[in-house]
């Protein structure tokens, strides 16, 4: 045995014991955190990491290992600090909006039992998942009438995230108003500009004035917390019994096919699905994305819908989003297209197989 494969035959050894020490370490990690939630302290506690720091480096003698060994020591309570965040955040959802708000409904029939977090924002939301604060985001994606939900779209490229799966949900709106209230008393209606735009005949029809809103549920609180028979709210029936108010019409939106996609995002890719998606930014050269879509075809790989996005900060220049219907993301065949297809991009990212369901179809 030479001194190389001795040196290795060494480091194997060591490291299965540090191996058996990283579990004796996290059981006693989920232990800690199992008080701190008993007593409401927080994960991180400042002093004391300070305090581990050095007391774990004043043990090596060596003084060439110092900084490299503060450093790992600074890693591993980090690496302690993210799995008791993810033991927190393993049963939380989390959504875009308020109580009532057609996220929260899809995420209550989604994930039935399991609490749930909202943000007032979609960034706020991929933020949770990233910083483990939830274990899921719920987030709509794409309105049959209205399209891509842009900003959405900014997140999926921005975080380090993986759809793990589609959920389609018929929407149907309502409008409410005050228990004593009449159609013909109202001369206000507040609601997400989409849900305004999806009930314009309806609006035209009743010669109101419109407002637009954060989202339909706010919207709603509003409307109750007013107490005005001249105002109403355009949202989901559901928040007629959350705000105490009395539903004055229903299905006012002019397509009655009116279908939003939402996703289900998370830190880890899905192990089965019937499609993917890819985020890319293209090389500047004429013929690149016709490059890819070439690409794509000669694989016999089915293109189901390709989208374009504005790259912030960079005027007249855009990132696309394809998803493609197929469940062998695996194969050597999608392999080797991805292959292709990232030599002639700029940037480019796989947001992972995953399925699509009906949400509908779920409750039956």
Do not use: W
């Not at 016999?300 to 989208?307: A, E, P, T, V, W």
């Not at 065949?333 to 480019?348: D, G, H, M, Q, Y």
């Amino acid at each position: 045995m030479n001194q190389l494969e001795e040196a290795r035959r060494e480091i194997d050894a060591v490291d299965r014991e540090m191996a058996k020490l990283y579990t004796r370490r996290l059981d006693a990690v989920t232990k800690v955190l199992q008080y701190k939630k008993e007593h409401g302290l927080p994960i991180l506690d400042s002093k004391r990491e300070v305090q581990v720091i050095e007391k774990n480096v004043d043990q090596i003698e060596n003084p060439h290992y110092k900084r490299p060994y503060r450093d790992f020591v600074k890693m591993m309570m980090r690496n302690s600090r993210e799995y008791q965040q993810t033991l927190l955040s393993n049963e939380v959802i989390a959504y875009c909006g308020v109580k009532g708000a057609f996220g929260h409904l899809v995420t209550e029939r989604l994930f039935p039992g399991s609490p749930t977090i909202h943000f007032k924002s979609f960034d706020e939301v991929f933020q949770a998942v990233v910083n483990r604060k939830a274990h899921y985001g719920v987030i709509p994606f794409e309105n049959s009438n209205s399209g891509l939900v842009g900003e959405v779209l900014d997140g999926l490229r921005k975080y380090p995230v993986y759809i793990q799966k589609m959920a389609d949900q018929q929407i149907e709106q309502c409008l409410l108003g005050m228990p004593e209230a009449t159609l013909k008393d109202i001369e206000y209606v507040y609601s997400k500009d989409q849900a305004l735009a999806q009930s314009k005949r309806f609006l035209q029809q009743l010669s109101v004035q419109t407002i637009a809103y954060p989202n339909t549920a706010m919207a709603a609180q509003y409307v109750a917390s007013e107490n005005d028979i001249h105002k109403a709210a355009i949202g989901a029936k559901e928040n007629a019994d959350l705000y105490g108010l009395k539903i004055l019409a229903e299905h006012i939106e002019e397509n009655s096919q009116n279908t939003t996609r939402f996703l289900v995002i998370g830190l880890e890719p899905a192990k089965t699905g019937n499609r993917f998606s890819i985020i890319f930014e293209t090389q500047h050269i004429s013929g690149s994305l016709a490059k890819i879509i070439e690409i794509i075809a000669n694989h016999h790989l089915n293109m189901d819908s390709i989208q374009s996005r504005p790259r912030k900060n960079e005027p007249f220049e855009y990132f696309f989003y394809i998803e493609i219907l197929d469940d062998m993301l695996d194969s050597d065949n999608v392999k080797a297209a991805l292959a292709e297809i990232k030599e002639v991009c700029e940037s480019f990212k796989v947001l992972g197989m995953y399925p699509v369901e009906g949400i509908e179809e779920e409750k039956k």
